[in-house]
């Protein structure tokens, strides 16, 4: 079936270090691609998404590529920030095998100053 | 404000007495969604709606209910609660389906005793 696994957590960084938080995938059809992430006490919401292979999704710093043939959707930024401390999750949605949503386990970042 | 809303956002019950999570969004989307959140498992899906009406099964099912009888609210329906139904729960919304980006609410979070 479709799933998503993520680099365990978690991870603490200092300030301005190189964040890479690693993604892969299974899935019966053409995924869709996305991260999401949950600040403290909040619910989800999107960083970035890519639909097609080879698409780079970014935002707010962050960058993610769809690599079909590794089926990888790693999450990279350059340089973190205390505000980017969250809870970051990789997900997938198979839109021609049905309409459900996966999310991977949730991957832990704490930014120190 | 374009958002979606959940009622109520803690909760604390007894094993077998009925209990609903309303969850309400104002941007006009077709797609809804219901989540359960514990740790080290990440989101899983627990019912989805394409629309008025039209309801479907996610990975984790069982002992809940939902219904969609506006395009605007999806409850979630907990017949008989058990114990092992403790856990933060998110609604989600998105405009058509699972290639879009899915808008969350705040979280409402159940203990059973």
């Known amino acids: 079936g479709d799933s998503v696994t993520q680099m365990e957590g978690p991870v603490t960084l200092s300030e301005e270090a190189f964040l890479t938080i690693n993604c892969t995938y299974t899935?019966?059809?053409?995924?869709?691609l996305f991260w999401y992430v949950q600040y403290p006490g909040e619910g989800l919401q999107l960083l970035l998404k890519?639909?097609?292979?080879?698409d780079k999704g970014s935002n707010k710093g962050f960058e993610a590529t769809y690599r079909k043939e590794t089926t990888s959707f790693h999450l990279e930024k350059g340089s973190v920030q205390v505000s980017d401390s969250a809870v970051y999750f990789c997900a997938l949605s198979v839109a021609n095998t049905g309409n459900q949503f996966y999310f991977g386990t949730g991957t832990s970042l704490t930014v120190i100053p | 404000e374009a958002q979606v809303t959940q009622n109520p956002r803690y909760l604390i019950t007894v094993t077998g007495k009925k209990l609903t999570v309303t969850c309400s969004q104002n941007?006009?989307?077709?797609?809804m969604s219901w989540y359960r959140q514990d740790p080290g498992l990440g989101l899983r899906q627990i019912y989805y709606?394409?629309?008025?009406?039209?309801?479907d099964k996610g990975d984790v099912p069982e002992g809940y209910k939902v219904s969609r009888k506006e395009k605007r609210n999806f409850p979630l329906i907990l017949e008989s609660p058990s114990p092992n139904q403790t856990s933060l729960y998110f609604c989600?919304?998105?405009?058509?389906?699972?290639?879009?980006?899915?808008?969350f609410g705040p979280g409402t979070r159940l203990l059973v005793l």
């Open positions: 989600a919304s998105s405009l058509y389906g699972v290639r879009e980006t899915q808008y």
């Open positions: 941007m006009n989307h077709e797609y």
């Open positions: 709606s394409m629309n008025v009406e039209v309801t």
């Open positions: 890519a639909t097609k292979a080879d």
């Open positions: 899935a019966t059809g053409y995924p869709s």
